[in-house]
């Protein structure tokens, strides 16, 4: 099955700086990569995708890029801000198994606490 | 308002006493899925639901059952919970899959602890 590795598990910055979280993944079947954040007391939340076709995707402060050789996916944030300060997941999921029925397991990093300080 | 629903949100209870976790969505969404979150551990996906009555193993699913009678419910259930279970549970769906194009909502979660 997939494995997903997160690193760092924790991330101090100060407000205005920049933060990347990288993931690796097992499986070269994957493709579709997955960013959820969740704030203190709530279920996670997707803030950014990207699908196995493209190699980066961007969304106001937050990006994603995807090395499909490497087998490995970033979440960078820019101008961070004390609300940005979360756990972030990251995650990785294939279309169908390798029979070809549908497949909908979805394989999670181990979080990482990120701390933006005013 | 659109949203996934768990119920309890929180529940301390003694090993082997069975247990029933609701998961309720008003959305119409076909794939529902459950998962556990540990320290340092991340979510894993204990089962999923692609529609009605088709279920699914994922990654950790000894020690619980779950059902799919109804496209809006999808309960996970405790036949004799230990203490190992004891952790935070949340309850997803999202309108279809592949989940590559359909964006997955979570609930609350639901704090179990098995004394």
């Known amino acids: 099955g997939e494995n997903v590795e997160q690193h760092p598990s924790t991330l101090s910055v100060q407000e205005g700086d920049s933060a990347v979280i990288k993931c690796t993944y097992s499986?070269?079947?994957?493709?579709?990569f997955p960013w959820y954040k969740q704030e203190l007391g709530k279920g996670p939340q997707l803030i950014i995708d990207?699908?196995?076709?493209?190699g980066e995707k961007k969304d106001q402060r937050i990006a994603v890029t995807l090395n499909k050789t490497a087998k490995h996916f970033s979440l960078h944030i820019t101008e961070t801000q004390p609300e940005d300060s979360a756990v972030y997941f990251c995650?990785?999921?294939?279309?169908?198994?390798?029979?070809?029925?549908?497949?909908?397991?979805?394989?999670f990093g181990q979080g990482t606490i990120l701390t933006v300080h005013p | 308002e659109a949203q996934v629903t768990q119920n309890p949100r929180y529940l301390i209870t003694v090993t082997g006493k069975k247990l029933t976790v609701t998961c309720s969505q008003n959305?119409?969404?076909?794939?529902m899925s459950w998962y556990r979150q540990d320290p340092g551990l991340g979510l894993r996906q204990i089962y999923y639901?692609?529609?009605?009555?088709?279920?699914d193993k994922g990654d950790v699913p000894e020690g619980y059952k779950v059902s799919r009678k109804e496209k809006r419910n999808f309960p996970l259930i405790l036949e004799s919970p230990s203490p190992n279970q004891t952790s935070l549970y949340f309850c997803?769906?999202?309108?279809?899959?592949?989940?590559?194009?359909?964006?997955?909502?979570f609930g609350p979660g639901t704090r179990l602890t098995v004394l």
């Open positions: 959305m119409n969404h076909e794939y």
């Open positions: 639901s692609m529609n009605v009555e088709v279920t």
């Open positions: 995650a990785a999921s294939r279309s169908t198994d390798a029979g070809g029925t549908s497949y909908g397991k979805l394989t």
């Open positions: 997803a769906s999202s309108l279809s899959f592949p989940l590559r194009y359909n964006e997955q909502f």
């Open positions: 990207i699908r196995s076709n493209v």
């Open positions: 499986d070269s079947a994957s493709n579709y």
